[in-house]
């Protein structure tokens, strides 16, 4: 989602201003807790990596996923995975990449109860119908890790090597 106090446009600019006058040796975007809203968003992002071949060099671009990439998430790491050919690490998607999206709420008119229904499949993966996307890297976070504060998987993105 966009965030209403400051636009992700503005932020990725400020982003690439940085990334432009200095010498950036690996970009990771972490996509584990992006559970969906609006797809353009993140454009100005993946567009800005696609056109600094330095920042998105295969083995010099890393998208971290998971069990909680969902819906726009999984959109954005498949287009990252595609398009910009990041390494992926971490855990499976929580969706199917060939999947229903574009919700909608519907309020039943008696009861007042909200609903929501998919109005579009989301044929993600062209040869297949995987029940995840799959990482390139799997590393799976223990609950160790998590409460001593550890956090594999961006350890792996910063440690990885071709």
Known sequence: ????????ADFAKE??????AHTIQRTIVDLR??????????????????SR??????????????PSTFSSGLLAATDFDNDL??????????????SYGE?????LPNSQIRTTYCTKFFR?????DPAALEPKVLMKPSIADFL???????????????
Not at 1 to 8: G, H, N, T, V
Not at 53 to 66: C, D, E, M, R, V
Not at 103 to 107: E, P
């Open 124 to 128: 993600l993966m062209k040869n297949g």
């Open 33 to 50: 807790f992006n559970q969906g809203g609006n797809s353009n968003v993140i454009k100005p992002l993946e567009s800005g990596l696609k």
């Open 53 to 66: 071949k330095a920042l998105s060099a295969q083995g010099h671009l890393f998208a971290l996923i998971g």
């Open 1 to 8: 989602m966009e965030d209403p106090s400051r636009a992700f």
């Open 15 to 20: 982003l690439f201003t940085f990334a432009d």
């Open 103 to 107: 919700i909608r709420i519907l309020t």
């Open 148 to 162: 001593s504060g550890r956090d594999p998987v961006m350890d792996a993105a910063l440690r990885y090597t071709r």
């Open 85 to 98: 050919h990041a390494v992926l690490i971490g855990e499976p998607s929580g969706e199917k990449p060939n």
